[in-house]
């Protein structure tokens, strides 16, 4: 038998014989099918809430900060009208 031409990315045969055959790799089937062990799935749980309510100092200063804000807006605007509002006259 003759050694198969040796074929690169820029030849392709023309032919091919059909009676041409590639050396094979003799392969060994294991006696037992691989088969995947079982994945086992664990549900988690959240962690539980704390049971108690916890002061928080930045939220309060917070709110103090924007009750003062809109209480001198509201002061400003009401000024304002009142300035703007001249029909009535005081004695």
Same mark, same amino acid.
């Given at each position: 038998?003759?050694?198969? !031409?040796? =074929?690169?990315?820029?030849? =392709?045969?023309? @032919? =091919? &014989?059909?009676?041409? #055959?590639? !050396?094979? #790799?003799?392969?060994?089937?294991?006696?037992?099918?691989?088969? /995947?062990?079982?994945?086992? =799935?664990?549900? @988690?749980? +959240? +962690?539980?809430?704390?049971? $108690?309510?916890? %002061?928080?100092?930045?939220? %309060?200063?917070? $709110?103090?900060?924007?009750?003062? %804000?809109?209480?001198?807006? %509201?002061?400003? +605007? *009401?000024?304002?009208?009142? /300035?703007?509002? /001249?029909? *009535?006259? &005081?004695?």
């Amino acid at each position: 038998s003759s050694p198969a !031409p040796a =074929v690169n990315s820029k030849t =392709v045969p023309a @032919t =091919v &014989s059909p009676s041409a #055959t590639l !050396p094979t #790799t003799p392969t060994s089937t294991p006696s037992t099918p691989h088969t /995947k062990p079982a994945r086992t =799935v664990t549900p @988690t749980t +959240a +962690a539980p809430a704390s049971s $108690g309510r916890k %002061f928080d100092g930045a939220s %309060f200063i917070g $709110g103090i900060i924007l009750g003062m %804000f809109l209480t001198a807006i %509201f002061i400003l +605007a *009401y000024k304002w009208w009142q /300035k703007r509002n /001249k029909s *009535y006259h &005081s004695l």
